[in-house]
């Protein structure tokens, strides 16, 4: 289905009335205003391309769905450049607004999540229902929203990245499945083939972001300039994204384009890693309070362990009157498991219990407040970890002690993949701080307008943006009215304000007057 944006015409005149009495320039009691004269300045809008990933299509709410479509920021641009020379802007919508996405029958990736209010408590919860977008049928473009949800840098470039053929084997993307041109086709070809005049550019973010979100899982490849052996969780090469970058902006500028461009926010700082606590184990929990004494006691061993080995900072030990932070796995610790194992076997403890112990809590500690605890690791707290339970009672544990040991966060360390350690938010930083300044680089070079979205996102986390009505719009989760449910894509008023970064900078660049978004049209949460 391909949707397009109704150009609606600039009426330029609004007439006030004014019914002052004193008024001597005011016979008739009308005072015409004067029109605001939109222009696109040294830019032509008449056919603008936006590229980019899931930032630019509009996803939100952890999905891609036709209402959340209608509110992505180039769609506000389009219409904003209307006013000034702009033309029809398409998008390749998807089949419904349940936003699950099917491939070959089978769904894939889930529906979007809605605030839902019916069992008491607001809850994210995915909508209900059957999800109608197939993959694999394609529709006819072309298509001015070219983003591709899910897409690295390099990934723009790849011929084949809309091949259905593809797909299982991860060489694919099955939202550019459906619009890609042919098989073959690369997105950055697709954007080239109709010939813009004008272009925004946002992506590089899920280089970096696919191994935030995934705890730090995936491997950190700087240094290593072949895309092709990277995993989907690995932090890209900054000299690769450069590079893709390079040639993205070359090949969209060749004919004489225009455009804009923007860096990326600082990825540890959003919702997704700031809403759960690395203190989220509360005294007062009748589930957890009066387990505290008895846990405690078990700790103890080991943590005369710890410090016999001189490492007394992993001692685990809850407070009965304040929260407790999560016993974690640091794989940037040293492993210890051999030396605690034998300590607590020179201690007296048998050998198979030592083992255990010193498997379990090799590269153990207690979180603080430099760590960032992945937004659905709140799923798995407190939780039995079935697999270590599993394992335990393989190798002779008795199913009850099996258990004791395997709460996630409390006897069974949280997994590298719950929590983002300070060692691999640095590599995150270091990674996108690189591919910051050779964004900034190269909008300097191609001479284009350039959005600091990292500076953005900094103002509103620390201050917020105010609204006309006096409200403002934070990055508190769910509340905050800048994020959607899932804590990284922003809801339908963040991208407004998104929107209007983008418009500013494009009129500081190129002497552009163009209406703004009014972020109030847009809605700060979907509810249930």
Not at 51 to 60: D, F, M, T
Request: net charge negative.
């Amino acid at each position: 289905m391909k949707k397009s944006l109704a150009i609606m015409a600039f009426l330029g005149l609004f007439i006030s009335s004014c019914s002052n009495d004193d008024s001597p320039s005011d016979p008739g009691g009308e005072i015409p205003t004067n029109p605001i004269e939109y222009t696109s300045g040294s830019a032509d809008l008449s056919n603008f391309v936006s590229v980019g990933n899931s930032l630019a299509a509009g996803v939100s709410d952890q999905a891609l769905f036709i209402e959340g479509q209608e509110a992505s920021f180039p769609l506000m641009m389009a219409s904003s450049f209307s006013e000034a020379g702009g033309g029809d802007f398409t998008i390749p919508f998807m089949s419904d607004n349940l936003g699950g996405l099917n491939i070959g029958g089978q769904q894939r990736f889930p529906n979007r999540l809605i605030l839902d209010f019916t069992t008491g408590s607001p809850t994210p919860t995915p909508v209900s229902g059957t999800p109608t977008t197939e993959a694999t049928s394609v529709i006819g473009g072309p298509f001015n929203n070219m983003a591709v949800p899910g897409a690295k840098s390099y990934h723009l470039l790849a011929n084949g990245y809309g091949n259905a053929a593809g797909l299982e084997a991860g060489l694919a993307n099955p939202y550019y499945v459906r619009f890609a041109s042919s098989p073959s086709a690369s997105v950055l070809g697709d954007a080239l083939a109709q010939n813009p005049t004008f272009f925004s550019l946002w992506i590089g973010s899920n280089d970096a972001l696919f191994y935030a979100i995934s705890g730090g899982s995936g491997t950190d490849q700087t240094g290593n300039l072949d895309p092709s052996t990277y995993g989907s969780n690995d932090i890209s090469d900054p000299l690769v994204l450069a590079s893709a970058y390079n040639t993205i902006l070359e090949r969209l500028t060749a004919n004489g384009a225009k455009g804009v461009i923007a860096n990326i926010p600082d990825i540890s700082q959003i919702p997704y890693f700031t809403t759960v606590p690395f203190n989220p184990l509360d005294p007062t929990n009748p589930a957890f309070g009066p387990q505290i004494p008895a846990l405690n006691d078990q700790f103890a061993a080991l943590n005369n362990v710890f410090a016999f080995l001189g490492v007394p900072e992993r001692s685990i030990v809850f407070s009965t009157d304040a929260a407790s932070a999560l016993v974690i796995k640091d794989e940037s610790l040293t492993n210890l498991s051999n030396e605690i194992t034998a300590t607590l076997i020179g201690g007296g403890l048998d050998a198979p219990t030592a083992t255990v112990l010193g498997l379990q809590y090799g590269q153990a500690r207690q979180a603080n407040e430099n760590d960032r605890i992945v937004f659905p690791s709140q799923t798995v707290i407190a939780e039995l970890n079935e697999e270590n339970f599993a394992f335990l009672q393989s190798i002779g544990v008795p199913p009850q002690t099996a258990g004791q040991l395997s709460v996630n966060g409390i006897t069974f360390p949280l997994e590298d993949q719950w929590v983002l350690t300070p060692d691999e938010q640095d590599a995150v930083t270091t990674a996108v701080d690189a591919y910051n300044q050779n964004i900034s680089a190269l909008a300097q070079l191609y001479d284009l307008a350039f959005v600091d979205m990292k500076a953005f996102y900094n103002l509103v986390e620390t201050e917020g943006i105010p609204l006309s009505d006096g409200s403002v719009v934070t990055d508190v989760y769910a509340t905050g009215g800048g994020f959607s449910l899932d804590g990284i894509h922003p809801s339908p008023r963040g991208y407004a304000l998104v929107a209007n970064e983008f418009i500013k900078a494009i009129e500081e660049k190129y002497g552009a007057v163009l209406p703004k978004v009014e972020p109030l049209d847009y809605k700060g949460l979907y509810i249930n």
